[in-house]
């Protein structure tokens, strides 16, 4: 039986009374990719900013229904928000390196977080450690090793994106939530990206919203797919993909709709 690390219930969200999310009910499963797909404006993105309460009430924005983590409601009252947010972290679809080094960036997240708290003092050569293996594990480490303190801008946009994944890795996030990361890269990049995000699953649960249905078809273990802010249909990432019981779904694949 697969674990679902995290349980959406009956999920609605109104933007200025304009429903983007229609009751949705999903599970993610713990140590998967679960791939989020559907046509553009059907509430990828949205659903992906309310699993880390990116997306909350206000004036503008309602939101109904519970998001489970690991039997927590991310939305309950009283519940820690920055907790929220490091257990699970987000990987935006362009680059933005922060305006420090290579070295500082992955050392950022840590530090704010608390989890190194003073740097040369002891604790230097423990983030030292760190720094090398989440570059690693971002597959950049062979890339910059020799110039870790050069200014994060001038890396190339792949190297920038997998910086970024680096830097949200550092704060051993459970969940990781990535918004067509590879959107902004060229193939080669690309493709270092999901060699990373295959490798990282073990660990970490990954969510990831795609456009691109021979990515889907590439990571993931279970599918999404919306439509129109519905969820028409979920399930293992074969089923769904070869085996669709919905007609919409079944059109969406054959590039019919999207
Ligand atoms: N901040 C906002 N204010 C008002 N409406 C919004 C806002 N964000 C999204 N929407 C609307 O909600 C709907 C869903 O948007 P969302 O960005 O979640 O779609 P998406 O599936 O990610 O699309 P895409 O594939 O183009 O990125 C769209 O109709 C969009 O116009
Ligand atoms: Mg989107």
Redesign the pocket.
């Known amino acids: 039986m697969l674990i679902p690390h995290i349980q959406i219930q009956d999920l609605n969200v109104w933007?200025?009374r304009?429903q983007?999310l229609k009751n949705i009910s999903a599970s993610i499963p713990a140590s998967e990719i679960t791939a989020v797909i559907?046509p553009?404006?059907?509430?990828?993105?949205?659903l992906l900013r309310c699993l880390n309460r990116l997306l909350e009430e206000g004036e503008?924005i309602q939101i109904s229904g519970q998001i489970w983590l690991d039997g927590v409601d991310i939305y309950d009252r009283g519940v820690d928000v920055t907790e929220i947010r490091t257990r699970v972290g987000m990987l935006a679809p362009k680059p933005y390196p922060l305006p420090m080094s290579i070295y500082e960036n992955v050392a950022y997240g840590r530090r704010i977080h608390g989890l190194n708290k003073v740097l040369n003092k002891g604790n230097g050569r423990n983030l030292d450690h760190y720094v090398e293996r989440f570059l690693t594990a971002a597959g950049l480490w062979e890339e910059v090793k020799d110039r870790l303190w050069s200014p994060a801008s001038r890396l190339s946009t792949g190297q920038q994106q997998r910086l970024c994944l680096a830097r949200a890795l550092a704060v051993e996030p459970e969940v990781l939530l990535c918004d067509e990361p590879t959107s902004a890269l060229d193939p080669i990049s690309a493709q270092g990206i999901e060699e990373q995000l295959k490798s990282l699953k073990q660990k970490t649960t990954i969510v990831l919203?795609t456009?691109l249905l021979r990515q889907a078809r590439r990571l993931a273990d279970h599918v999404i797919f919306?439509w129109m802010g519905e969820l028409v249909e979920t399930g293992p990432a074969c089923e769904v993909l070869n085996d669709p019981k919905d007609d919409r779904t079944r059109a969406y694949l054959a590039g019919d709709i999207g």
């Open positions: 933007y200025n304009e983007a559907g553009s404006g059907c509430g990828k993105t949205t503008d919203v456009h919306l």
